[in-house]
């Protein structure tokens, strides 16, 4: 009996032993397909499955270390471009933990060069210089000459001056009052009508040293706008104002001097933060900036998709009329039938894109939009403005609504983009002015990728009873194109 039971123990002990071994076998699997990833590198941080989940935890925080997604908006005198991104400081250094990590555990990893890569980005957008020039100088030393690689190195190495070599261009940027450490300044040629963003691998970039001061040392001889890369954090609340010149020529054994100024911005009033717009007249109030001669209202209106996701946004002047006071108050009927700013885009499938101000108005029910303003001196010269650099639409609020009340069929097909059903809806309005009045614009500017049908659109625009300066205007272009040559 006593035989049998040790016997029995040691079956059950050796099925234990076998057991615990088979766990520990393929409980990494377990644990890599589970995601359980903290447990693995901490308990199996030599078995393949760890490399392959600290890679791939990686790859999941990767979203802030491509190009597409860095924050910085590149800011020129006469435009700005951003990716739109919505990284945080948090994300970014979840990625760079990542990497790290990564690199200490795996050093031989056939991953190691591409995460490094990675990881070199990650500093330079964190302004961690030196450890990004580390990261870069490595790869180089590996053999390896990829040209983003020596593109890095060699705006890095822009942070210091070159003893007893002469520059090309020297400037110093400013924010407010203080110097702009760590910004990057770009070079655009004039003649170069395209932006390929992110700019990095593709144009002539700074960095600026400690005192906000920058340089170019081997630049070809051309005309340049300068602008300047900074994150949304470095320039809320401020404005690039309006240079004296706007571009810069550089020669050869010649230095040009070029500074970048950022200064506060107009502050607005009313209307903000989603007010909702009632009654038949639009208030807007801000504070009066010093030097300024007159200012300039602007209406930005948002595209949205069929979800409601802003996907895009068009803004127009609202009026030439050179404001002197710090209020100005419209007509929304006069606003309403107000075309301004057409514009036709096309996405990546061909879909056509018409702007909603062009169609509808500049202001029109049920709409959301953003106002600003522009301060100008007495020479012309923009010095401030209340619009800021907005760099990701879906963080964008809106200043103000406008109710629906009014809001025909056809122009929630319009915002919708679904511009068939807004042609058929607003035949269906018989003699309704807005109907009219939009259903000429979709029809002379066409709907697709071809142009429109001026001879058409006529048909409809003459029979808008009242018809407003915009109309008269439009009503003389269709007639000209319809001229015989």
């Known amino acids: 009996m006593i035989r049998f039971k040790v016997k029995t123990m040691a079956m059950l002990l050796a099925v234990l032993i076998l057991g615990a071994g088979i766990s520990y076998f393929l409980l990494p699997y377990y644990l890599f397909h589970s995601e359980k990833y903290e447990v693995l590198w901490k308990w199996f941080p030599s078995s393949k499955q760890s490399e392959s989940a600290l890679f791939l935890a990686a790859e ?34 979840l990625a760079i933990n990542a990497f790290e990590q990564l690199i200490k555990q795996y050093p031989a990893s056939r991953y190691i060069k591409g995460v490094k890569l990675k990881l070199g980005k990650l ?38 001056e070159i003893p007893d070599k002469e520059a090309a261009l020297t400037g110093k940027v400013m924010i407010g009052e203080k110097p702009a450490s760590g910004v990057f300044v770009v070079l655009h040629r ?30 070809t001889a051309n005309e340049y706008e300068i602008g300047v890369g900074v994150t949304p954090a470095e320039v809320s609340g401020y404005y690039l104002t309006q240079a004296a010149r706007e571009r810069v020529s550089i020669a050869a ?13 107009v502050s607005v009033v009313s209307p903000v933060n989603k007010e909702q717009i009632t009654g038949d007249r639009l208030r807007f109030v801000w504070n009066a900036y ?15 998709d069929e ?8 803004t127009v002047q609202l009026s030439d009329e050179k404001l002197k006071d710090t209020t100005a108050e419209y007509s929304l009927e006069e606003l309403r039938g107000s075309s301004r700013g057409f514009g036709k885009s096309y996405n990546a499938d061909g879909r056509v894109a018409l702007s909603n101000t062009g169609v509808l108005g500049a202001i029109f029910p049920g709409g959301d939009f953003i106002w600003s303003v522009d301060a100008y001196n007495a020479d012309g010269r923009k010095i401030s403005s209340s619009s800021g650099y907005y760099t990701g639409l879906i963080q964008t609020t809106p200043f103000f609504t406008m109710s629906e009340e ?21 035949k269906s309005e018989g003699n309704n002015d807005y109907a009219l009045r939009a259903l000429a614009r979709l029809i002379y500017y066409g709907i697709t990728k071809d142009d429109g049908d001026p001879g058409e659109a006529l048909t409809y625009l003459e029979r808008v009873s009242a018809p407003n300066e915009g ?8 007639k000209e194109e319809l001229e015989p040559k």
């Open 60 to 93: 999941a925080a990767e979203q802030f270390t491509s190009s597409s997604d860095d924050e910085h908006i590149f800011i020129f005198p006469t435009s700005s471009s951003s990716s739109g991104t919505n990284a945080t400081v948090e994300g970014r250094q």
């Open 123 to 160: 500093y330079l957008w964190s302004k961690e210089w030196d450890k990004a020039d580390k990261l870069f100088a490595e790869l180089a030393a590996s053999g390896n000459e990829d040209s983003e690689v020596l593109a890095y190195q060699a705006m890095l190495n822009t942070r210091k």
């Open 190 to 219: 004039s003649d170069d009508n395209g932006w390929s963003s992110p700019p990095y691998l593709h144009y002539p970039i700074a960095i600026t040293d400690e005192q906000g001061e920058y340089r170019f040392y081997d630049v």
């Open 253 to 265: 054994g010649k230095t040009e001097t070029y500074n970048i100024q950022f200064v506060p911005k």
């Open 290 to 304: 010093p030097g300024t001669d007159y200012y300039l209202l602007s209406i930005t209106s948002f595209y949205r």
């Open 307 to 314: 979800k409601g996701k802003s996907v895009g946004t068009s």
């Open 406 to 426: 009014g809001m025909l069929a056809g122009d929630r097909y319009v915002i919708e983009g679904d511009y068939e059903k807004a042609i058929a809806s607003y």
């Open 471 to 478: 109309d008269k205007d439009l009503l003389k272009q269709m």
